[in-house]
């Protein structure tokens, strides 16, 4: 087994779903990190899941150039 944190990215695009998937995934193991999408539901699941209930999280990373 891993010791460190593994990845478990939720695969829902409405917050209901990424929250039942991020709660599935955090009870595989201690060392789970879910990760979400920077969406408008991600960032609500994101503020939703916080540390009080012992989820650690990460978010995609989202970048765009900027034209001109």
């Known amino acids: 087994m891993v010791k460190g944190p593994v990845s478990a990215e939720v ?3 409405e917050y209901e779903g990424m929250m039942k998937e991020a709660g599935e995934r955090a009870k595989i193991a201690p060392n ?5 999408p920077i969406t ?3 960032l609500r699941a994101f503020a939703s899941a916080k540390r009080p209930a012992g989820v650690k999280q990460n978010m995609t990373l989202s ?3 900027c034209r001109r």
């Not at 789970?32 to 979400?36: E, G």
């Open 11 to 13: 695969i829902s695009v």
């Open 32 to 36: 789970i990190v879910i990760k979400l």
């Open 63 to 65: 970048s765009s150039r």
């Open 40 to 42: 408008v539901d991600g």
